[in-house]
């Protein structure tokens, strides 16, 4: 039977040790171009939903982000202030606001993207296949496993 030693607490304090420091050390690589808009983490956070879902809802990414409705409003207004989103009634329902990338919003986002690929890019450059394919059903499953 294959060895659980990776189940004790101590291991598992290890694991998340590591997880917030991927996640900080991933976070820091694009502040300098965070910076020059004078945008922060929750700006970031958004902005990868909006790449990901082009056309989501305000509904949809509070959900998402899991943050208060006045948090996403103030992170909105930033984004739309620097063109960066733009928002669109939906024509089925105009009661709902559809979030896109304006102007300049995908050429930061792409900006953002190029200071951390890197990192991610030679991490999995320098695993084998197989870790690399554990790693992401792994991090699926913290994401999607039960608390």
Not at 28 to 35: F, G, N, R, Y
């Amino acid at each position: 039977m294959k060895d659980l030693l990776y189940l004790k607490d101590e291991q598992i304090k290890d694991c998340i040790q590591l997880l917030i420091n991927a996640y900080r050390e991933t976070l820091s690589d694009p502040k300098d171009v965070l910076k020059k808009k004078s945008l922060g983490f929750a700006h970031l956070r958004t902005m990868y939903l909006i790449d990901m879902e082009s056309g989501i809802s305000v509904n949809e990414l509070l959900y998402k982000l899991k943050i208060t409705k006045q948090s996403l409003n103030r992170v909105l207004k930033d984004l739309k202030r620097l063109k960066i989103i733009k928002q669109i009634k939906d024509n089925k329902d105009t009661r709902r606001r559809l979030l896109y990338f304006d102007k300049d919003g995908q050429k930061i986002h792409n900006e953002v993207f190029e200071a951390q690929k890197k990192r991610i890019f030679n991490a999995l450059k320098d695993s084998d296949p197989n870790s690399v394919i554990k790693f992401k059903d792994v991090l699926s499953k913290i994401i999607n496993g039960k608390k």
